[in-house]
């Protein structure tokens, strides 16, 4: 159960699989990306995916709230699965919430008009109910005092931050984050795998493409590797890093941990 | 170098600050009225050249502008004998009595002079209600928008026509169901029978829709849909009664109206109409689908592959021939009509170009957060793309402002229009008239053009301060 009043609000009464993936395929043309993938994820998980670029890591966690559709199998979200129904895929996208690698704020919005857009719009929370939401997670992720600027004169650390503040404003069950950190300056990074560990620590189910591997150590239930659209390896953590089994996976792993 | 080990002494070359420097001013040498000259002005030969020609053209061309329109101008007269050379003893430029005579039927073409007031009111309102919407500060902006897009074009339609239309049959007369309700039968000056027709028809629509989407969407569907419908009609009917309505205006037919009237009528409904309907048509042009995407395409395609006084032409000539005999629609009505598709299908490709321009991460940040598609578009990707194009969008406004010139084509007389039918009062007839009469139109439609080309900009400084990146 999670710390976090809000948070543990948000998962009172929810299914117990998190998210379930059968068998599911996908292609773009006749590019095969996503091959019989099979995955399950309890609440408040953890998992890392990490693989070599092309490998489908991302496309796997965009499925997930179906900005990329799969051709074959079924995945199960928070106990709905995802077809072609578009009221099903918005309550899906309403429990889930994700983070970009550019961010993917408003530039025309402010910060706080950023957190309370989907509150408001999508949830019909009164305004002033959105904007209390929204400073709560903005002095989550630190930057309470930011509330009032754009987007754009901010640094990319603290765009991401906001970003995850934006998406935790919609109280989502699962948090997807898709290379959180890979278009940050080096000096950036770390703030923003704080405010994810401390999500972590708070009982978010989370999902992350990511290549920090620190990160993964730290917080994550398990590690997965992807090539080529499979998955070819699981493992906690420490046996991962330490003893991975796949040759593929020891090539990887030698090429970033240096 | 005897120490390889310390820092300083690796290479000669090497520089490492010894201490913190603080900020300094840039150096002056670059600032003052003649450097700036030499840089911008005479930095080179070819820029002494151009400075050089720049000046003769100012040289050659603003004096002889001063001299017609104001030292050599004539400002007083009654008559032609004011503004002939002869008579006044030298060279004659613009003859502005001229325009003092005319400046009535420049305004108001035709329309009565006793009803002109009406034509008065509907621009001082107008003004009343533009200014405050255009200025950011001012308060009330939803309730402005409201009045001026929703009741202030119902208050201009009924004091410009004079309202009183005498109507008879809703849908369900037209459609030949005329024998349901009793024919002659009025009441306080409505005719009972178009508003029992009105009102069945507004139900019989509103079951319609309720069934259409019943069976489309699902039982849920059917009672908002109906609910919807009813209010468009409600609205509707609201529209109709101020247009029904013996308000006792005498009734000023469009034939009679001209000059700037026109103009600003025609420009302003064109704008007004043209930005929703080109946003729906770009909409339409992206979306995924096809019936809706090619009916788009071709819409946009058909306009602007036809010219504008071929629209005006076939609109006021032709349409008449295809039209069933009792129906007949109003001259300038047909115009508007046509020059507001034609402006749409325009503004269609200009938003479109701005859709176009945002980045497919703004769609996706925005599906992530459970927005539907068209709250998607409504709150995050529209309000982006039209501050993009908003250049290009105030450049057809622009555009449009000046081709209203060309319903002159059909017989109706604009500004332009009253102006010429003006230079044939032999009263006036001096060798300056015709210059003075085009130097004054050009005036005008340079005021406004130039005014909506200085807002715009100010809009675009204001949105890209806020958004500064």
Redesign the interface.
Known sequence: MSTDPVIAQAEAGAPKLAVEMVGVNKWYGEFHVLRDVNLTVERGERLVICGPSGSGKSTLIRCI?R?EEHQKGRIIVDGIELTDD?KRI?EV??E???C?Q???????LTILENCT??PM??RKMPKKEAEEVAMHFLEKVKIPHQAKK?P??LSGGQQQRVAIA??LC?RPRIMLFDEPTSALDPEMVKEVLDTMVELAQDGMTMLCVTHEMGFARQVANRVIFMDAGQIIEMNEPNAFFSNPQHERTKLFLSQILH | MSDSTSGQALSPHAFVSAAFREPEPPPTSDRGPLRWARAHLFGSVPQVLLTLFGIWLLYAVIPPLVRFFITDAVWEGTNRNACLPADVGHSVGACWPFIWAKINQLTYGFYPADERWRVNVVYALGALLLLPLLIQKAPYKRLNAIVFFGVYPVLAFVLLTGGNFALRHFLLGYLGFDGLFPAGAEVGGLSVAFWADFILSSALLALVAAGISRAVAGPGAGRGAARSTLIVMALLGVVLLAADVNFGLVPVETRLWGGLLVTLVIAVTGITVSLPFGILLALGRRSKLPLVKISSILFIEFWRGVPLITVLFFATYMLPLFLPGQLTIDGLLRALVGVALFASAYMAEVVRGGLQAIPKGQYEGAMALGLPGSLMMRLVVLPQALKLVIPGIVNNFIGLFKDTTLVLIVSIFDLLGAMRAAFTDPNWATPTTLFTGFGFAGIVYFVFCFGMSRYSMALEKRLDRAQRH
């Open positions: 709230n900005l578009l918005d996208r309403r889930v919430g994700m970009f550019h961010f993917n704020l408003f530039p025309h857009l989907a719009w999508v754009y754009g004169q934006r998406a919609m």
